[in-house]
């Protein structure tokens, strides 16, 4: 069973009168791999300050190993930061770099060296340790400042939107980097970045966040498989939406109605009647007999799976994707198709406040 390391209780954060966290609880273990997600300006990168010391909580706690650190100073906690702009010291040398904060501790030599070159087998730069930062590209940078930053062996490093200089390819990469360097250490990380596919690539678990809330912590598959709100179904991936009505007045089993079109049935974890809110992956609508009838939009052929746009008979257009291991058939623009989606995958919510209904 994993030990918890640290927890936010009731963390609230203003500026100026404005609220920027609003009640934050968290609780992230020991050697996890915790991403917080979400749009600029959703509290994420304030949230990461407050771990570190850089900021204080307006209210609320954080919690180390069961004790209360909001008055530490960041040199006295056992966390490390790493920064977008690297910050790498411009003449020095690569072992210079990871050094430096060791010999700020006036290590012995024999020590220093050790764990100077430790870092460098782990971050895969051997052999680079007498080159300048202006010699290194932007990833191998990247490392440099891990590095640094590991190298005074603390139990928490954080991430600030890290990869955001890189390109794709190298960022990419780099994401396969961190969490074997992550998995090599034996520490936790906790990361932060607006990029949802990095998210779902790197972490154990993610926290989205929205507007100084978490809107909700899981897996990625859970965060992706079933999301508890409208917001995490947009943001996370592609969701089609769709209304509907719902009735289920003793819980259990819902009859839903999609525009008078389809009839489903959905296992709901209480009871409610009234309108509603599919929201449903590319992945989970297919092609059927019958079901919500439409017209092929577009398609596009994407190697592994055909992605469709679907115009319903309302206007709505959905977008349907068919891996190509499934069908020899390529649906033309223009055709006349109709949509269905199996019940157990789509999530469903109350039409005003967008509680999940679906299990």
């Given at each position: 069973m994993s030990k918890e390391l640290i927890r936010l209780r009731d963390l609230c954060m203003a500026f100026d009168d404005?609220?920027?966290?609003?009640?934050?609880?968290?609780?992230?273990?020991?050697?996890?791999?915790?991403?917080?997600?979400?749009?600029?300006?959703?509290?994420?990168?304030?949230?990461?300050?407050?771990?570190?010391?850089?900021?204080?909580?307006?209210?609320?706690?954080?919690?180390?190993?069961?004790?209360?650190?909001?008055?530490?100073?960041?040199?006295?906690?056992?966390?490390?930061?790493?920064?977008?702009?690297?910050?790498?010291?411009?003449?020095?040398?690569?072992?210079?770099?990871?050094?430096?904060?060791?010999?700020?501790?006036?290590?012995?030599?024999?020590?220093?060296?050790?764990?100077?070159?430790?870092?460098?087998?782990?971050?895969?730069?051997?052999?680079?340790?007498?080159?300048?930062?202006?010699?290194?590209?932007?990833?191998?940078?990247?490392?440099?400042?891990?590095?640094?930053?590991?190298?005074?062996?603390?139990?928490?490093?954080?991430?600030?939107?890290?990869?955001?200089?890189?390109?794709?390819?190298?960022?990419?990469?780099?994401?396969?980097?961190?969490?074997?360097?992550?998995?090599?250490?034996?520490i936790t990380f906790i990361y932060v970045t607006h990029d949802q596919e990095e998210a779902l690539a790197i972490s154990d678990r993610i926290a989205v966040m929205k507007d100084g809330h978490i809107m909700q912590i899981g897996t990625p598959n859970e965060i992706y498989a079933k999301p508890q709100n409208p917001f995490v179904a947009g943001f996370i991936g592609v969701s089609n939406f769709l209304d509907c009505q719902v009735e289920a007045p003793q819980g259990g089993e819902a009859k839903v109605s999609i525009q008078n079109e389809l009839n489903i049935s959905v296992p709901v974890r209480r009871a409610y009647s009234g309108p509603a809110k599919i929201s449903a992956r590319p992945e989970q609508l297919f092609f059927s007999e019958e079901g919500m009838p439409g017209t092929v939009l577009f398609s596009t052929f994407l190697g592994d799976f055909i992605e469709y746009e679907v115009q319903l008979e309302d206007g709505q257009n959905l977008i349907v994707n068919e891996y190509t291991k499934d069908t020899n058939i390529i649906h033309e623009n223009g055709e006349k198709v109709h949509l269905r989606f199996d019940p157990l995958r789509i999530s469903l919510y109350e039409a005003e406040n967008e509680e999940v209904l679906s299990l």
């Open positions: 404005e609220p920027v966290l609003d009640h934050i609880n968290l609780y992230i273990n020991d050697k996890e791999f915790l991403t917080l997600l979400g749009p600029s300006g959703c509290g994420k990168t304030t949230t990461l300050r407050i771990i570190g010391g850089f900021a204080t909580p307006t209210s609320g706690d954080v919690l180390f190993d069961g004790v209360r650190i909001n008055d530490v100073p960041p040199y006295q906690r056992q966390i490390n930061t790493v920064f977008q702009k690297y910050a790498l010291f411009p003449h020095l040398n690569v072992y210079e770099n990871i050094a430096f904060g060791l010999r700020m501790q006036k290590l012995p030599e024999a020590e220093i060296k050790e764990r100077v070159m430790e870092m460098l087998e782990t971050v895969s730069l051997k052999g680079f340790e007498h080159r300048r930062p202006e010699a290194l590209s932007g990833g191998q940078q990247q490392r440099v400042a891990i590095a640094r930053a590991l190298v005074n062996r603390p139990k928490v490093l954080l991430l600030d939107e890290p990869l955001a200089a890189l390109d794709l390819k190298l960022r990419k990469d780099m994401q396969i980097e961190l969490k074997r360097i992550q998995q090599q250490v034996g």
